[in-house]
């Protein structure tokens, strides 16, 4: 594949709501939390800003996206400068968060945590949300455990670290701080791709893309029973 990744893929595609449930899940998940125009959030991972254009146009909240990767990046530009939307774009690490202490009321982290250092990530929310700011993810989470050969296909491919059951998620967000833990699966609609993808097409992109386009689409279906996510919320007290 001549060294392009997964993530070359959702760049060069400019996938918005590549996360369980696109932004129809990701509508609903916010439903539930006390969102306001005075929130302060942050969409750690922001990708081609498809959530942090919501989260403006629904609440006009203040929101800053944060994205490493430099294709994402002027993709999120593109779609705020045609929306006229006031988002703050910072590129970086969410590993190593440019920002202070106690800085945002919400982060939201879609797909993200799964495929970087898990431990640094979250003490780095930890960080900078306020007291009693609340974390909402969506994050490959794993039902059972794999054998070592079906773990290493899975975490080749994708460039993860680690592969999470459900009390794993749990404990390292128990480690960095966070309590009022809370980890569940949507088991609706919503949450089965019923919805159209997000794309920003870059004039240029590799042959060799579609092919792993289709060795993620078996993957999925592979392991369908066992590759799964959960919806992880906490708060900073």
């Known amino acids: 594949m001549g060294g392009l990744t997964y993530f070359d893929f959702l760049a ?7 996360h369980p449930g696109g932004i129809p899940l990701t509508k609903y998940i916010l439903s539930n939390e006390d969102i306001t125009n005075k929130s302060r959030i942050l969409d750690a991972g922001c990708g081609t800003g498809q959530t942090a254009a919501f989260l403006y146009q629904h ?8 994205e490493i990767n430099p294709i994402m990046i002027e993709k999120a530009k ?4 045609a929306l006229n939307l ?3 774009l910072v590129q970086g690490s969410i590993e190593k968060l440019p920002f202070n ?5 919400f982060i939201l982290s879609e797909s993200v945590l799964a495929f970087v250092n898990k431990p640094a990530a979250i003490s780095e929310f930890f960080r900078v949300l306020k007291k009693g700011g609340r974390l909402i993810a969506n ?5 059972s455990k794999l054998s070592p050969i079906e773990e290493s296909e899975i ?5 993860l670290d680690s592969l999470l059951l459900e009390e794993d ?8 701080g966070f309590q009022d833990i809370v980890l569940k699966t949507e088991n609706t609609n919503i949450s089965h791709g019923n919805h159209s993808t997000d794309f920003h097409f870059s004039n240029n992109f590799e042959p060799e893309l579609f092919q792993i386009l289709n060795e993620h689409g078996n993957i999925v279906l592979k392991y369908q029973d066992i590759l799964s996510y959960r919806i992880i919320t906490c708060t900073k007290q």
Request: hydrophobic letters at 45%.
């Open 12 to 18: 060069k595609f400019g996938v918005g709501g590549a």
């Open 59 to 66: 609440y006009f909240a203040k929101v800053v996206g944060v």
């Open 78 to 81: 593109k779609r705020f400068q």
């Open 86 to 88: 006031p988002i703050k």
């Open 101 to 105: 202490d106690a800085t945002f009321d």
């Open 139 to 143: 994050e490959m989470t794993i039902n």
């Open 155 to 159: 975490m080749k491919f994708y460039a």
């Open 169 to 176: 998620w749990r404990n390292l967000f128990n480690q960095a």
